[in-house]
């Protein structure tokens, strides 16, 4: 199939390499040009110049921070696409702006998936991503070969904005116990217990989490917190999975305080900081380091 992609960052880069290398036909667009011609270079993928080069596309993917941005180039594209043309957003969107978008590009005969992801760099890198779809049945099946190149598990969920909603939800849950982790590690230690030891067992109990197996393992006790995923991006998915349990009426003083944290931690570490180093945010309020 021919397919445009938008946005070639830490998602982007390598889930448009994996769709070239499943045989596909791939244009390249983002905002720093030079960015889309070495992609083009190392993965044979084609670098388009100009935005409206990609509406010669069948489907056109977009992998950008917020819905704000994929609302932008989707404005922009419109007069240039062509009836039937199959936007999936692999962006970890909000669903009321995606059903917004969705509306927008019917007006040029185009259809909408929300398609977001989990599993960070590695399973992008790897094509073993687990993806959330929001849209109509017909389209998920037609987006399906190209999902297969990306992903191992790839459930529709429901309507345009099911997949983002869903995203959104996973996400608040990987932030809550990201800090939850971080306050029963720390007090361990003053306790006299070793953080890796206390692992060791609470990942072979009810207690363990990709936070307790992953993160803190390979990335918070050893202080090297690489940036794969921005703490900037987390804070946005958990303002959004506020909105979704708003939305429902559902009371969720847990949803709640996750999002004031998660604002504090991207206001005082910083936006572009990795996800996992929130941890210093209970880390200062400790006085302490858990190591
Ligand atoms: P990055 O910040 O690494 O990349 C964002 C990309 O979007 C950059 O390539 C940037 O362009 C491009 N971009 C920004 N604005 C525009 C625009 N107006 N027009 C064209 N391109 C633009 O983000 P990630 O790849 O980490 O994340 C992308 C999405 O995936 C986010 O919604 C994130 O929440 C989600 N996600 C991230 C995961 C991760 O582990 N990193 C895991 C799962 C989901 P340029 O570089 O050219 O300036």
Known sequence: MKVGWIGLGAMGWPMAKNLRRAGHEVLVYTRTREKAKAHAEAFGTRAVEELEGLAEAEAIFTCLPTSNEVEEVARALLPHLRPGTLWIDCTSGDPAASRRIAALLAEAGARFLDAPVSGGTAGAEAGTLAIMVGGDAADFERARPL??????????????????????????????????????????????????????????SSGRSFATEVLFPERVLDRSFPLTFKLGLLAKDVRIGNRVVEDADVPSPLFHLTRELYQAAARTIGEDADHTEAVKLVESLAGEEIR
């Open 147 to 204: 999902f297969e190149a990306l992903g191992k598990t790839i459930v529709h969920l429901g309507p345009v904005g099911a997949g983002h909603a869903t995203k959104a939800v996973n996400n608040t849950l990987l932030a809550t116990a990201l800090l939850a982790a971080a306050e029963g590690l720390l007090a361990l230690k003053r306790a006299g217990v070793a953080p890796e030891k206390a692992l060791e067992v609470i990942n072979q």
